[in-house]
């Protein structure tokens, strides 16, 4: 049998991801990665989520080498401040992993969620009853016993990539070129995709080609559903500050006047940006704000347009779009990887109908798919549920930007802390928050009018006394993170 072609448009984060994966997947083909260094990435840094970490084990990258190489940090969630006004602060943190909860008579193990409820109904601090919380306060890391993810410098990441693929021998090529048309057959499909000077013949393309989304967006013209109404935020400036002398194993979210502000720690900086809605403030005054807040002098680096939505097709023909070329979603979760690793997580279900393309296949395909990326917006549009109101954009945000409909049913559930797991999980969005997410975040924002019911539940064991003990051992060992990562 020939060896099909893959062809590979980007070598950004998406781009490399993409490779890799696909050498995975396809270990007898050819994988042609091409890219201009003109073009060059968006590169303000990357906060990510577990996702990352299982993906970069699976192609048999050594995390501690990955960290050392690309000056890396560990993460064990997020930290938001402001957010429901000046001086107030919450943490979503990843799942942990250091016992199993049960209920007797009911559960002999996976009660995580009923113990997260327990904490919200006992009001007890999650900063004193959670592992990772702890860990996040104290600036120490665990590899052992929790969920982690990572932050790291895009630029050094695509060269790790490029470096691993060519020391493991992937057997991935690499042209340098920039992308000038494509040559279709009769149906559409793309044969050959044509640069300055030489032509790639392909049998599949993946459009990893960013903002300037190349084939799904300008070759075939696919449907942009525009989450503008509910997402307003449309510029961003980014830039770096000095990483102190702390390194937070945490990616922080700063609600500010008209936006909010990233920081994301790296081993020799702390990339930073201010996403902002420019119907109220500009550039320049977006940089006076934030220069107020670092209390310094900032040198922006960036200025990016952003236009949140997502195709409805990312499956067109022989192409399938991933990461900003199919979607964008600010990064107020860190959900760009996230959502590239699910799209090829997923696919790998529909890799077999390549050769011989069924459309009820592809039409489903991109369903799970926009699905997945509308339960995001619906979690980031969450959080501007706040009780922040010291200028005109917090005022009147929840009326010029109307709840989307699939949070709007959900919303009396959240409002009276009942949410349910079956709620959010879905064959049509494997993809989803967990509802220790939702839980975690609603209480932050003080959401929940009532504590929920826990009758015939309360007698979680271990008891939140008993598992406090149990990660006050666990945290006294931990190493604090500036220092583990010096010593790599």
Known sequence: MNKRKFVVLGAGTAGWITAHYARILFPDDDITLVYSEAKGTVGVGEATTPQMVSFLEDIGIDLLHFLKTVGGTIKHGISFENWNGIGSHYYHPFI????EFGVPNFWSHDCWEVYNKLLINKNLPFDEYLYQCKLINQNKIDLNHTNFAVHFNTYKFAKY?????????????????EVIS??????????????TDQTVNCDFVFDCSGFAK??????????WISYKQHLPMDKAISFWIDSG?????????????????????????????YVYDSTYINAEQAQHEAEEYFQQKLNVRKEIKIDAGRFK????????????????????ESTSIWLELSLLDNFKHFANEIDKPNKDSIA????????????????????????????????????KHPMPEKLKKLWPFIVNNNLRYFQLKTSMCPGTFPL????????GLELFETPGNLDMFENVQPSPEEYKQIIDEWISTAPDQKTFLSSL
């Open 96 to 99: 942990e992993n250091i016992t």
């Open 161 to 177: 990539m490029k470096w691993f693929a060519e020391s493991s021998s992937k057997n991935i090529k690499m042209i340098e070129g």
């Open 182 to 195: 494509f040559e279709q057959n009769d149906n559409g499909d793309i044969k050959k995709v044509i640069l």
């Open 214 to 223: 190349l084939v799904i967006g300008k070759l075939y013209n696919q449907e």
């Open 245 to 273: 002398e702390t390194l937070k194993p945490s990616t922080s979210a700063v609600a500010m006047k008209y936006g909010w502000v990233w920081k994301i720690p790296l081993q020799d900086r702390t990339g930073c940006g």
């Open 313 to 332: 097709n990312v499956w067109v023909n022989n192409c399938i779009a991933v990461g900003l070329s199919g979607n964008f979603i600010e990064p107020l």
């Open 364 to 399: 489903l395909f991109n369903e799970i798919i926009g699905n997945e990326v509308d339960e995001k917006m619906n979690f980031v549009y969450m959080h501007y549920m706040t009780k922040r109101n010291d200028s005109d954009f917090w005022r009147e945000f929840r009326d």
């Open 436 to 443: 220790m997410s939702y839980l975690w975040i609603c209480q």
